[in-house]
């Protein structure tokens, strides 16, 4: 069992930056791809960014390349996404993810999810 906890949601200005952060709890960790999806209001949640379990094969959604970066510390059981050049359609319910299937960019590769964070980009 792995239970995963985000933070580091807020409002922030168009063009400013935010940091997630999903801290995993349980073992194995390290085993478990790890993506992060988004939500807006009265939308499907859709795929932003994922990590493979190795931490070298990383893919994005086209909306967020070049703003976005995925990463992950094993040592601290924590994946981040670091958001650049926010932009108001940014906007939504930010969830972490772990699992062990693929596509990474499909909700059904993954197991274990967080409660989401909020993002707010005002214009």
């Known amino acids: 069992q792995v239970q995963l906890v985000e933070s580091g949601g807020g409002l922030v200005q168009a063009g400013g930056s935010l940091r997630l952060s999903c801290a995993a709890s349980?073992?194995?960790?390290?085993?478990?791809?790890l993506g992060w999806f988004r939500q807006a209001p009265g939308k499907e949640r859709e795929f932003v960014a994922a990590?493979?379990?190795?931490?070298?094969?990383?893919t994005y959604a086209d909306s967020v390349k070049g703003r976005f970066t995925i990463s992950r510390d094993n040592a601290k059981n924590t994946v981040y996404l670091q958001m650049n050049s926010l932009k108001p359609e940014d906007t939504g319910d930010y969830y972490c993810?772990?699992?062990?299937?693929?596509?990474?960019?499909?909700?059904?590769?993954?197991?274990?999810w967080g409660q989401g964070t909020q993002v707010t980009v005002s214009s």
């Open positions: 993810a772990g699992g062990a299937n693929y596509p990474l960019t499909s909700t059904r590769a993954y197991l274990y």
């Open positions: 349980g073992r194995a960790f390290s085993s478990y791809n």
């Open positions: 990590i493979n379990w190795t931490g070298k094969t990383t």
